[in-house]
């Protein structure tokens, strides 16, 4: 049985930091592509942070470019999301997803999700 599992969010003041943790089990996710998304109350999920499987290459969506780091680490079938200098707009429940896909931003091409962790920053 597939799990993912959410770790790291919680409660920080503007310009804070948080680091979201995603814990993969049940099968190897070493050659997938692995990333975050969030939906914000009222909101879209919308994508973040995806680290392909191989090779040093993250890619941001633009409101968080700069400000957030994504990394995996395939031993441990965790992957993160470093997320500093945090704004009121960061507020939102954190997903990590699943993909087979070499690249994708778009939601419906992942096929396993977590059950999400919260993310409220305080201004």
């Known amino acids: 049985q597939v799990q993912l599992v959410e770790a790291g969010g919680g409660l920080v003041q503007a310009g804070g930091s948080l680091r979201l943790s995603c814990a993969a089990s049940?099968?190897?996710?070493?050659?997938?592509?692995l990333a975050w998304f969030r939906q914000a109350p009222g909101k879209q999920r919308e994508f973040v942070a995806g680290k392909r499987a191989f090779g040093d290459n993250p890619y941001y969506a633009d409101s968080v470019k700069g400000r957030f780091t994504v990394s995996r680490d395939n031993a441990k079938s965790t992957l993160y999301l470093q997320m500093s200098s945090l704004k009121p707009e960061d507020t939102a429940v954190y997903y990590c997803?699943?993909?087979?896909?070499?690249?994708?931003?778009?939601?419906?091409?992942?096929?396993?999700w977590g059950q999400g962790t919260q993310v409220t920053v305080s201004s």
């Open positions: 049940g099968r190897s996710f070493s050659t997938y592509l």
């Open positions: 997803a699943v993909s087979p896909q070499y690249y994708s931003t778009d939601m419906k091409d992942y096929e396993y």
